[in-house]
């Protein structure tokens, strides 16, 4: 089966200038625990990083930094793991596992859309 046909297709989405304090309330508002940051190019939306509730908690809250002053480009990793949508479940699995990731966006190899899981 497909990783397509089980990911999350509705995905909050915020840029690298985003404050932390807009993710933060972004999360809360959307009830989620991460959020997909993005980047416009060529009239489509590329996913470029992810930015989770941990994430916050361990590189912001726990050494006591200010929320307002820094953007989720400052704190979201250098890379990002991708899957397509045609991949099975258990290749991304696999996929997770080998890169450390517990979250992985999930990209149409048809259209320009992402999707989450």
Same mark, same amino acid.
């Given at each position: 089966? =497909? ?21 933060? $309330? ?20 590329? =996913? ?18 200010? =929320? ?18 045609? $991949? ?5 699995? $696999? $996929? ?8 992985? =966006? ?12």
């Amino acid at each position: 089966m =497909p990783i397509g046909d089980v990911c999350v297709r509705d995905v909050v989405t915020a840029t690298r200038e985003t404050s932390i304090q807009e993710a933060a $309330q972004l999360m809360r508002m959307n009830h989620v625990g991460d959020l997909l940051i993005v980047e416009g190019m060529n009239g489509s939306r590329v =996913p470029v990083g992810i930015v989770t509730d941990r994430d916050i908690v361990v590189a912001i809250v726990a050494l006591q930094l200010n =929320p307002a002053s820094l953007a989720v480009g400052d704190i979201m990793g250098p890379e990002l793991e991708t899957a397509h949508e045609d $991949q099975s479940i258990l290749e991304t699995i $696999q $996929q997770m596992r080998l890169a450390g990731v517990r979250r992985i =966006p999930v990209v149409s190899t048809h259209e320009s859309t992402t999707s989450f899981i």
